[in-house]
């Protein structure tokens, strides 16, 4: 069974405009990148997410896992453009997770045995960052091959979860 994201670290998104791209395509090209990188310790995998309800159709994500570090990469058609999106987050496991839910109490005793430290925020900002640019040069090799403009800067930067923002 797949690990759960409990904790959202920093997410990214863009609609590609006019671009027309197959997601397994995308996910195939991706996993190369990533690979070529050698990485450590990383589970490359894929994983279904409901759309919404029980009920609801299902969307496939590209996994990569590092520890209890969780990039979930989503890459698909939308119209005549192609969005790609990406959410970076910590698997604190199911009994932090139970933990959590106990109101002041869970944050409290999380903060007190699971402190930040700067070792955690930078090793979470070392595997965004790797996996982001290979998410980006992914991008990049597909819009150049087929005459679409590049992203600019801005629109490459990830959204940090108010984690990092404290």
């Known amino acids: 069974m797949a690990r759960k994201v409990s904790l959202i670290i920093s997410h990214w998104y863009h609609l590609i405009e006019g671009l027309q791209d197959s997601t397994q395509r995308f996910y195939t090209t ?4 990533i690979d070529a990188r050698q990485m450590e310790k990383l ?3 894929r994983i279904d997410y409901r759309e919404g309800s029980i009920l609801s159709d299902k969307r ?3 996994r990569v896992r590092r520890k209890d570090h969780i990039f979930d990469i989503c890459a698909a058609p ?3 453009s192609f969005f790609v999106s990406w959410w970076l987050g910590e698997s604190l496991g199911p009994l932090w997770t139970l933990i959590l839910k106990i109101p002041i109490l869970g944050v409290l005793l ?3 045995c699971r402190p930040e430290t700067y070792y955690r ?3 979470a900002l070392m595997f965004q960052s790797s ?3 290979a998410v980006m040069e992914v991008i ?3 819009t150049n091959a087929k005459g679409i403009r590049s992203l600019t800067e801005s629109e490459r930067k990830p959204i940090l979860s108010s984690l990092f923002k404290n």
């Open 43 to 45: 589970d490359i995998s």
């Open 140 to 142: 990049d090799q597909t």
């Open 110 to 112: 999380l903060k007190l």
């Open 78 to 80: 939308f119209g005549n």
């Open 121 to 123: 925020f930078d090793t």
């Open 131 to 133: 996996v982001h640019s």
């Open 30 to 33: 991706l996993e190369q990148v």
């Open 60 to 62: 496939e994500y590209f």
